[in-house]
C-alpha cells in the first residue's frame, strides 16, 4: 500500500511466462496493470540466444473476456544478445469471446524472426474492475434483493488490520467502490459493487468486526462474483 | 443526504443480514 491518499492499484510483480529454453532463447516476462482506465501488459523480453532477436509480434487467443492487443507489440530496436526490453502493451476488451477454464485463462503467440511461441498466463481480474463501477444505491438494493440465496459465495480473509474507511479507501483505489456503511452488534458491514468491463455486475458485502483481524466477504451475481471477490483479499493488503 | 427511505433500507440489509 502507498501513504495517505496516493494509493493505487496493486499490480503483481512480474513472472515468468516463457521459459527461454522452450523458445530458442527468448524469455517472457509479466505482469498486468490498469492505469488511467487502460489494460496494459507490462513485459520484459530477454534475448538468451547468440543472435539479434527482431520482427517481435504478439497475437493472443480468443478469451472470456475479449482481451486483444490494442496495437502492435512496440520493440523499437533488434534485442541482442543478452538484452532485455520493457514493454508496455495497452489492450482492449472487444476481441473475440470464449470462455476459458480456469475463466482468467490468456493464451498468447509471440514470434520474432526465430519462430512463433506459445505460453499462457492468468490475469487478476481486477484489471477488468472499471472506473464507473458504483452502483446507484437504489439500484443495489433492488438487485440485491432479487438474487437467490444459492448466487452467495462467501470468504474469509485473516489478519487484515484496516478499519472499515481505510479498507474503503484502499479498495476504490481498485474500483471496488462502497455504496452504503453500516454499524450492526460491533460489525462494520460495508456494501460494495464492482462493474467488470463486459457489463456484468459484482455486489459484494464486506464485514468487519472492530478489533478482530478477520475478514469476512459475501458476494452475489455470477460466476465472476467468486474470482472478483478473492481479489479484494490482494487489494486490501 | 437526502432522507429518500434508501439509508433506511440499508439499515435494514445490514440488520437482516446480521440478524437473520
Not at chain 1, 501488459?41 to 478469451?63: C, G, H, P, Y
Not at chain 1, 526465430?114 to 437504489?138: A, H, W
Not at chain 1, 456503511?181 to 458485502?205: C, F, H, P
Not at chain 2, 427511505?5 to 445490514?14: I, K, M, N, P, V
Request: glycine letters at 6%.
Amino acid at each position: 500500500g502507498g501513504v495517505g491518499t496516493t494509493t493505487s492499484a496493486y499490480v503483481a510483480p512480474k513472472t515468468v511466462w516463457l521459459l527461454a529454453m522452450k523458445a530458442k532463447g527468448l524469455e517472457i516476462a509479466g505482469t498486468f496493470s490498469r492505469r488511467g482506465g487502460v489494460i496494459h501488459m507490462e513485459l520484459s523480453l530477454t534475448n538468451k540466444a547468440m543472435s539479434v532477436m527482431t520482427d517481435f509480434a504478439i497475437q493472443f487467443n480468443r478469451n472470456s473476456f475479449g482481451l486483444a492487443p490494442a496495437g502492435p507489440l512496440q520493440v523499437l530496436t533488434p534485442l541482442s544478445p543478452n538484452q532485455t526490453t520493457e514493454v508496455s502493451l495497452p489492450l482492449s476488451t472487444v476481441g473475440p469471446v470464449m470462455k476459458m477454464e480456469p475463466l482468467n485463462n490468456l493464451q498468447v503467440a509471440v514470434k520474432n524472426n526465430i519462430d512463433v511461441f506459445y505460453f499462457s498466463c492468468l490475469y487478476p481480474i481486477s484489471i477488468l474492475f472499471v472506473e464507473d463501477g458504483k452502483m446507484e444505491r437504489q439500484v443495489f438494493l433492488a438487485t440485491w434483493k432479487d438474487i437467490p440465496n444459492e448466487n452467495e459465495a462467501q470468504f474469509h480473509i485473516k489478519d487484515c488490520h484496516l478499519n472499515s474507511d481505510a479498507a474503503s479507501s484502499k479498495l476504490q483505489s481498485s474500483n471496488i467502490f462502497t455504496i452504503a456503511k453500516r454499524t450492526v452488534d460491533n460489525q462494520d458491514m460495508l456494501y460494495q459493487s464492482i462493474k467488470l468491463t463486459n457489463g456484468i455486475w459484482v455486489l459484494a458485502e464486506l464485514r468487519l468486526q472492530a478489533g478482530n483481524s478477520n475478514y469476512t466477504v459475501s458476494g452475489v451475481l455470477e460466476r465472476e462474483s467468486y474470482i472478483a471477490l478473492s481479489y479484494m483479499e490482494l487489494a486490501l493488503r | 443526504e437526502l432522507d429518500d427511505g434508501l439509508d433506511e433500507a440499508f439499515s435494514r440489509l445490514a440488520e437482516s443480514r446480521t440478524n437473520p
